[in-house]
């Protein structure tokens, strides 16, 4: 305990010094950046202001980004997608252009699903298919688990487990007044970012500078300390487990080979505990299949659901 206090101490002192010379990154104001949207994409859920994308027609088909990720991530398959379903991304709590809530059990597990029932509910979708990235694909294997009924087929992309929302929280998080010097002079500035995206693509290459900025944009916004304390703090909950083999929803898992973040085996073991589930692997392809590969992901994807769609009456 003592050695940890010493760390501590000393990386406050670091970051400090940091803060000092170099100066904080500033946040955009939420109003101003809901401002900017196109009419129709904010919906009022609860009070709150939650950004959702919607295009196409027909079965509902609900796309879940990941972690420090938005409706952005999304930007290459939502057109293929929308040709034949209704296709809704959202905003999860913390992330994109949804308004940070100061609560921080709305970024619990439980309270990422009170947010997509409440924008479902809204939409009056009784039950969609879940396409899950990483994070997102944890959140659409915890609603599976909870709420079987809402769910029509699971769609996971280098999916992590529910457990990630809970395993990835540390001590240090608590610290309110560290994270906001780590945040506004390390996390939300271009270069971090930038390292962030190459570390997922398998070609660094695609973490382009326009990309970059896209990815910052709705990161740098108001309200950002609150969703980094309730995603990153321990909160003593329990971890986040559920059991696979009892989830019935089909599921079709789409990894990348390269994945080095949440690697091919993990999602063999995923395959092998998933009751009914399909495992395909994209060759020369990271943690990202939507935007490094979105062809090759359309082509089992579209498939996949056409086969789980219901009859037409």
Same mark, same amino acid.
């Given at each position: ?5 010493? +760390?501590?101490? @000393?990386?406050? *002192? ?14 955009? $104001? ?7 949207? $196109? ?20 079965? %509902? ?18 057109? %293929? ?38 924008? @479902? ?7 969609? /298919?879940?396409?899950?990235? *990483? ?27 529910? #457990?990630?929302?809970?395993?990835? #929280? *540390? ?22 970012? +930038? ?10 290459? &695609?973490?382009? $500078?326009?990309?970059? +900025? ?48 949440? $690697? ?13 589930? /399909? ?17 090759? &992901? ?10 789980? *769609?219901?009859?037409?009456?």
């Amino acid at each position: 305990m003592r050695r940890f206090l010493f +760390r501590l101490l @000393l990386a406050v *002192s670091t970051l400090a010094a940091t803060l000092a010379a170099g100066g904080c990154v500033s946040l955009q $104001p939420l109003a101003a950046v809901q401002a900017r949207l $196109p009419a129709g994409e904010l919906l009022d859920v609860g009070g709150q202001a939650v950004h959702v994308e919607q295009a196409g027609r027909g079965e %509902p088909v609900v796309l879940l980004h990941g972690f420090g990720e938005s409706t952005y991530s999304f930007r290459r398959i939502v057109a %293929p997608l929308a040709a034949r379903y209704r296709t809704i991304a959202i905003d999860l709590n913390g992330f994109g252009y949804t308004a940070r809530p100061r609560d921080p059990a709305a970024y619990t597990l439980e309270g990422q699903q009170r947010l997509v029932l409440a924008v @479902l509910d809204r939409l009056g979708v009784p039950s969609a /298919h879940l396409v899950g990235h *990483s994070y997102g694909g944890g959140l659409a294997l915890w609603m599976a688990a909870h709420h079987p009924e809402r769910v029509r087929s699971l769609a996971l992309l280098d999916s992590t487990l529910p #457990r990630y929302s809970t395993t990835r #929280r *540390s001590r240090v998080a608590n610290l309110r007044p560290l994270s906001f010097v780590f945040l506004r002079t390390f996390a939300l500035r271009q270069g971090y970012v +930038r390292r962030s995206l190459a570390k997922a693509y398998r070609d660094e290459a &695609l973490a382009t $500078p326009e990309v970059t +900025r896209a990815y910052l944009d709705r990161l740098r916004v108001a309200g950002i300390d609150d969703a980094y304390y309730g995603l990153t703090a321990r909160n003593g909950e329990p971890i986040a487990e559920v059991d696979l083999a009892g989830i019935h929803a089909a599921a079709l898992l789409v990894w990348g080979r390269d994945d080095t973040l949440t $690697p091919l085996r993990n999602g063999q073991r995923m395959a092998a505990a998933l009751a009914g589930s /399909h495992l395909v692997v994209l060759p020369d392809c990271g943690h990202v299949p939507m935007e490094e590969r979105p062809a090759e &992901l359309l082509a089992v994807l579209l498939p996949f659901l056409d086969l789980q *769609s219901w009859p037409t009456p």
